[in-house]
């Protein structure tokens, strides 16, 4: 993960910086990860608390922007933007990403109200705007929420896979940096031999090679930052470390 500080017109947001203190923040992390031997890097508005479901225009401006800058052109990139799908292709789009991570199935009672996202929307949009390359990993399990519905995680992800043409489905634990449990990860790949599933949050140096014995991939943002603090810049010791346990996992 490279998370952005706060975006314009968000609580916490930077005047004094300004958006230059947004690109060289994320330049710095970003150099880091790559340095550090990272297959992907994802990049994030993790500090525009608290979230909204519906991007501003100012936001989508100042993370095309800070994504054309910054993105590695070695590996593949990805864009999250928290929480509204739409604006995530959009700056993928724009960028040449190669992936976003979003919530698009299911409706859910979440710290931003009811949260109902629509699949259906985003993957015809994708269609047409001629961007099917850039896929879309699904979160089935979203931070800062729960279910409306009674549909254990495996159920959900086979459906997800199959019903919402998922590319990866991804397993949450409750908030960023709180883990899944290996077993809710196990049952969603075993329901998706097809599809990769990713553990999604909570994922440390000291646990990465516990999932990757059960998924096909691990999103990773919390553990590489200073004191493992979600909204911290990028620790190089730790960055390498976690790193380090990759590849003896492998």
């Keep these: 993960m490279a998370h952005l500080p706060a975006l314009p017109g968000t609580p916490l947001y930077d005047e004094a ?16 990860l790559t340095a550090s031997g990272f297959d992907a890097v994802l990049f994030c508005n993790e500090n525009d608390r608290p979230y909204t479901l519906a991007a501003s225009l100012e936001g989508v401006a100042t993370m095309a922007r800070v994504v054309t800058e910054v993105a590695p052109r070695d590996r593949p990139f990805g864009v999250d933007y928290l929480w509204d799908a739409q604006a995530a292709l959009s700056v993928a789009v724009a960028t040449g990403a190669s992936f976003i991570r979003e919530v698009v199935t299911g409706v859910y009672e979440s710290d931003m109200g009811l ?52 590319d990866t489905i991804l397993v ?3 908030m960023a940096g709180a883990e899944p449990s290996l077993e809710t990860v196990r049952s969603a790949k075993a329901a998706c031999p097809d599809t990769p599933v990713f553990a999604n949050t909570g994922v440390k140096s000291t646990n990465v090679a516990d999932f990757l014995a059960v998924a096909d991939g691990v999103i990773v943002g919390s553990d590489l930052k200073v004191d493992g603090g979600t909204w911290n810049p990028v620790d190089l ?12 996992a492998r």
Excluded: K, Q, Y
Aim: charged share 30%; aromatic share 4%.
């Design 172 to 174: 949450s634990g409750p």
């Design 115 to 166: 949260w109902a996202p629509d699949a259906a929307t985003l993957l015809r949009r994708r269609r047409n705007l001629d961007a099917e390359h850039v896929r879309v990993f699904m979160n089935v399990t979203p931070e800062f929420a729960s279910s409306l519905g009674t549909r254990d995680v495996a159920t959900t992800a086979r459906s997800v896979s199959v019903s919402s043409l998922a």
């Design 17 to 32: 910086g300004g958006p230059d203190a947004i690109v060289e923040a994320v330049r710095r992390d970003v150099e880091i």
């Design 237 to 248: 010791e730790r960055a390498e470390r976690f790193m380090a346990e990759v590849r003896r």
